[in-house]
C-alpha cells in the first residue's frame, strides 16, 4: 500500500508536467512589431522635439523668461515622454530575451513532444500497476477474511493436535487470534503462552504443526506435497521421534520431501537419496 501511495504521487507529478507544458504559449509577433514601433516613434519625438527646443531657445531668448508652471509643464510632458521610452526599452529587452527563449524552445519542440508522449506512455503504465496493485490488494484482503472466517478454528485444531503428538501431551491447546493470527499455547497445567515465551524448539515445533494443519485444511480433496527442510534441528530425541511419527502418518496421504544432513533420519524413512560433493580435480 505503501508502493501504492508512490505511484499515485508519481502520477500526479507527470500529469501536472504534461499540463504545464500543452499549456505554454508563444509571444506573440504583431505585439513586438507594434512595441518596436512605438520605442522608434518616441525616439523620433524625443529628437525632434529636442531640436525644436534648441531652435526655439536661439531663435527667441525670450523663451528662457517663462514662467515657472509653463517650464514645469513641458518638463514633466519631456519625464513622462522618457518614462515611456525606458519602459518601452525594457519590455523590447524582455521581448529580446523571450525571442531567444522562443527559438531555443521552437528548436527543441519536437524533444518535447516526444517527452510528453513518454510522460503520457508512464502514466498509463503507472495507471495500470495502480488498477493491478488495488485489484491484488483487494484479492489478498477478501481472501485473508475468507480464511479468518472459516478456515482459523480447523486450523488451529488441527495444528493443536499435532502439536500434543510432538510434545507427548505438553501442549495440546492452540489459539489463533483473529485479527493477527498471531498463536499461542496451553495445556498440561501451562497457561497461555505466546511465542516469544516458547523456548526455540518449541517455536520450532508450533510452527511444523501449524504448516501440517494449513495444508491440510485448505488442500481440500488434492492431495498437496509438503516440503520440509531440516525442521527439526532444535528437538530433542524424544520430540524427533514423535515429529518422526507424525510426518510418516502425514505421508500416508501426501508426498512429503524432507532434506536433512542428519542421519538420524534415515532410521525411519526410506527410500534415501545422498547428495555427496565430489571435489573437481586440479584443472578440471
Not at 510632458?77 to 530575451?97: K, T, V
Not at 485448505?218 to 506435497?225: A, E, F, I, V
Amino acid at each position: 500500500e505503501t508502493d501504492l501511495e508512490s505511484l499515485h504521487v508519481r502520477a500526479s507529478a507527470f500529469r501536472e508536467t504534461v499540463r504545464l507544458l500543452e499549456q505554454m504559449e508563444e509571444v506573440d509577433p504583431d505585439l513586438v512589431k507594434s512595441l518596436q514601433e512605438r520605442i522608434e516613434q518616441h525616439q523620433q519625438e524625443a529628437v525632434i522635439a529636442r531640436q525644436t527646443r534648441d531652435g526655439l531657445l536661439r531663435d527667441h531668448p525670450e523663451l528662457k523668461e517663462l514662467p515657472a508652471e509653463r517650464v514645469g509643464e513641458y518638463r514633466q510632458s519631456i519625464e513622462q515622454a522618457e518614462r515611456e521610452e525606458r519602459e518601452a526599452d525594457h519590455r523590447l529587452y524582455q521581448i529580446g530575451l523571450d525571442r531567444r527563449h522562443l527559438s531555443q524552445g521552437t528548436e527543441d519542440a519536437a524533444e518535447l513532444r516526444v517527452r510528453m508522449g513518454e510522460l503520457k506512455e508512464k502514466i498509463r503504465l503507472i495507471d495500470r500497476r495502480v488498477a493491478a496493485l488495488q485489484l491484488a490488494i483487494q484479492t489478498l484482503k477478501h481472501s485473508v477474511r475468507e480464511f479468518q472466517e472459516n478456515a482459523l478454528d480447523p486450523v488451529a485444531e488441527h495444528a493443536a493436535k499435532h502439536l500434543a503428538t510432538i510434545t507427548s501431551g505438553r501442549y495440546s491447546r492452540i489459539a489463533l487470534d483473529r485479527d493477527s493470527m498471531e498463536p499461542t499455547v496451553s495445556g498440561n497445567g501451562v497457561a497461555d503462552l505466546t511465542t516469544e515465551r516458547l523456548s526455540r524448539g518449541a517455536r520450532d515445533q508450533l510452527y511444523l504443526s501449524l504448516r501440517a494443519a494449513l495444508i491440510e485444511t485448505l488442500s481440500g480433496d488434492r492431495h498437496l506435497p509438503m516440503i520440509l527442510d531440516d525442521p527439526c534441528i532444535n528437538f530433542d530425541e524424544e520430540r524427533l521421534e514423535n515429529a518422526a511419527r507424525l510426518i510418516a502418518e502425514l505421508a500416508a496421504d501426501r508426498q512429503i520431501l524432507l532434506y536433512s544432513k542428519d542421519e538420524t533420519w534415515t532410521r525411519w524413512f526410506e527410500p534415501v537419496l545422498r547428495l555427496e560433493r565430489q571435489d573437481s580435480p586440479v584443472g578440471g
